[in-house]
């Protein structure tokens, strides 16, 4: 079992330009959720996934931002026309949907900084 | 309403000493379930401990346990003997009803800092 990981774990970029991000679950989860941090805060909610299926959406994500899992595995998240105010830390989080606990594992985030 | 409080923004304890951080949560949702999360400098979110509202034993993970009050909406993560990798982040997450709703929501954490 080899966690959730993410890449890059770093991304600076100016404003005005896109970027995507790409998230690696668990092998045998079904369900991929993507939270923000900003400093001081703790992860804030933007979207999830069970299988390919883009369940709920949080009102944070707004049209600049879209994420897919096209093959219901690995996810991507992408930023267009980026803003300073989009900086944050992006952390991708994966889980096994089943009755009772479905704890959620994070990997390591990616830190977007932008200029 | 805040649905997740925590009100101790940072703490500084002895090691080897046991330490408390305090959370109280706001649902009306009968069906709920509660994490504690640990954030190093590192930025990774390492999962801790659960405790569902149904569950009638407090949780307990090695050296960290949830006093979990029911009735005081308080689901405190108890650290016994700290140790100085202790030092980090610490959240405390809700999801509230069954399945349909599975997003946490994270309080604004506290930073334990472990003395030598």
């Known amino acids: 079992d080899t966690g959730v990981s993410q890449d890059p774990r770093h991304k600076i970029t100016k404003r005005g330009q896109n970027v995507t991000f790409r998230c690696d679950p668990i092998?045998?989860?079904?369900?991929l959720y993507w939270y923000r941090q900003t400093l001081g805060q703790g992860p804030e909610f933007l979207t999830y996934f069970q299988n390919e299926a883009q369940l709920e959406k949080s009102r944070l994500l707004s049209d600049r931002f879209s994420a897919e899992r096209p093959k219901g595995s690995f996810s991507t998240l992408e930023i267009q026309r980026t803003e300073q105010g989009d900086s944050a830390m992006y952390l991708c989080?994966?889980?096994?949907?089943?009755?009772?606990?479905?704890?959620?594992?994070f990997g390591p985030g990616t830190r977007l900084t932008v200029l | 309403a805040q649905k997740i409080t925590q009100t101790q923004p940072g703490m500084f304890v002895q090691e080897k000493e046991a330490v408390t951080l305090d959370c109280t949560y706001d649902?009306?949702?009968?069906?709920?379930?509660l994490f504690w999360y640990k954030q190093p400098s590192s930025g990774e979110m390492i999962f801790l401990i659960y405790?569902?509202?149904?569950?009638?034993q407090n949780a307990t993970e090695g050296r960290y346990s949830l006093n979990f009050q029911k009735a005081r909406k308080s689901a405190n993560l108890v650290i016994s003997a700290s140790q100085l990798g202790d030092s980090a982040m610490y959240f405390c997450?809700?999801?509230?009803?069954?399945?349909?709703?599975?997003?946490?929501?994270f309080g604004t954490g506290t930073r334990l800092t472990i003395i030598p």
């Open positions: 092998s045998e989860h079904n369900r």
């Open positions: 989080a994966s889980s096994l949907a089943r009755a009772g606990e479905d704890t959620q594992y």
């Open positions: 405790q569902g509202s149904y569950d009638q």
């Open positions: 997450a809700m999801r509230e009803g069954n399945f349909g709703n599975e997003k946490l929501t």
């Open positions: 649902t009306s949702d009968p069906s709920y379930g």
